[in-house]
């Protein structure tokens, strides 16, 4: 995955950029997780990709549901387990979620929010391919991204924690709608609704994408493992 986030933006780093997210930024945040919870069932298996220190994962876990992270950066997963200490149901490991340790539908849900799509920087299709295969059949694999709406609250999110030397200073000659680049080399670019079928069209799922809070273009796969090409749309 991305070595930015593995070798500058992790731990306490990262933390500290929800900390500083403003109010327009953490409605968005919430009105993510508020939208996986209403997808998700109590008795589950929730597996969520790119988890950080476990910010979301602290919202999904309960006495019913088996909840898992997975992060590339040491830091981050055991930041996540010293504040993930007092959830049983919650493990948090350090894996690739291109190249996951799990066994073939071994999860009811596969989760990938706040734009992990594009901020992990790997094969996308291979991120997806590796979500359906972990997840049992007609189970869900979820994904978001930004909507093109709050562009101008995500670009000043970006912008303080530049200000607050978490990110590197912003390109502003090569920074445009959709796209944020920092001289330090980070880059951050989002993954519309088109790109969205194209990536999955391949894959043995029904798809159906929908904007959230106008704020989050949503993902959602119904994995089919009897189907071998192609997918429906909604």
Known sequence: MNSYYGEKLHGHRLKRCYELAPPRVQQYLDAEIQYILKK?????????????????LQRLTNKRRMVF????????????????????YCHVLT??????????????????????????NVDQKQLI???????????????SSYSSK????????????????????????RTHPGIIVCKDGFRATT??????????VDFPVDVSIEEVDDSSVFCVLTVHKHIQTGN???
């Open 129 to 143: 391919g590796e979500s359906v295969r972990a997840t049992k059949d007609c189970g869900l694999v979820i994904f």
């Open 191 to 200: 993954v519309d609704p088109e790109m969205f079928h194209k990536l999955t």
């Open 232 to 234: 429906s749309r909604q």
């Open 95 to 120: 894996m690739d979620a291109t190249f996951m340790g799990f066994k073939d539908s071994t999860f009811d849900y596969v989760i990938c929010v706040q734009n992990g799509i594009a901020a992990f």
């Open 150 to 173: 709050i562009w101008l609250e995500r670009l000043q999110w970006f912008r303080l924690q530049a200000e607050a030397g978490l990110l590197g200073e912003i390109d502003w000659r």
């Open 69 to 88: 992270g997975i992060d590339i950066a040491q830091t981050n997963v055991e930041l996540a387990k010293r504040l993930l200490q007092e959830y049983p």
């Open 40 to 56: 998700i069932s109590p008795d589950c298996r929730v597996l969520e990709l790119g988890c950080g220190y476990g910010r979301v």
